[in-house]
């Protein structure tokens, strides 16, 4: 089964406004958590990673929130701009473990002008 | 500057014959990683390599084989490839478990 997973295959968000990704997991193990954003015909690159000590990691216009007791964690863009139109990917990996992630299946994010 | 690359980027192949990807990195990373990426599938794990000649089976290894003789290149083999191992390949590296750097992908199409 899907043990990492973006129920929204994609999500359009007006400029100026929050865009609110989610992502589940299902393995009580993980304790690393990170988006990852892709444009077409480009590579992933890391945006943001939290570890499961933290509920919450800021970084500019990014938040994550980390819920361990809901398996969910979710990525808040505010102030969304055209340029944030993008594939956003979430992994889930466990520390000591394996130093494997486990990706989602994207959502597609467009912030409309 | 912190880099992966790929060779090639592009590459048509017709069922049955062998493909060789070829993935390098400048950062000395003792892990390495293949995925491949189809639409609404997200990336796959294929092999993860934690150093010279540790590799490691991912999710999905079925098909293909990798190679990891130095900690800067790792590769990844088809030997006779199928028509569903048309894709987008990626190749990262990670220290530990840290960012995981990816290459800009590999085009693959076995006709």
């Known amino acids: 089964g899907q043990q990492v997973k973006q129920s929204s295959p994609s999500l359009t968000v007006q400029e100026g406004g929050i865009s609110i990704l989610n992502c589940d997991y299902e393995n009580d193990m993980f304790d690393y958590f990170a988006w990852y954003k892709k444009y077409p015909d480009n590579s992933p690159t890391l945006l943001i990673s939290?570890?499961?000590?933290?509920d919450k990691r800021e970084d500019g216009r990014l938040t994550v929130f980390l819920n361990k007791s809901g398996k969910h964690f979710s990525l808040h863009i505010t102030a969304s701009q055209p340029e944030d139109t993008a594939v956003y990917l979430c992994a889930a990996g466990a520390q000591g473990g394996s130093a494997k992630l486990i990706f989602g299946e994207g959502t597609k994010l467009t912030v409309s002008s | 500057d912190m880099k992966v690359t790929q060779m090639p980027r592009y590459l048509i192949k017709r069922m049955g014959e062998n493909v060789l990807l070829e993935c390098g990195q400048d950062?000395?990373?003792?892990?390495m990683y293949w995925y491949r990426q189809d639409p609404g599938l997200g990336l796959q794990l294929i092999y993860i390599s934690y150093d010279v000649d540790s590799n490691s089976e991912g999710d999905i290894p079925k098909g293909y084989r990798v190679s990891r003789k130095k900690r800067e290149h790792f590769s990844l083999i088809l030997d006779s490839a199928k028509t569903n191992q048309t894709s987008v390949y990626f190749c990262a590296s990670s220290f530990h478990q840290d960012t995981q750097y990816f290459g800009p992908g590999t085009r693959l199409l076995v006709l």
């Open positions: 950062m000395s990373h003792e892990t």
């Open positions: 939290v570890r499961s000590n933290v």
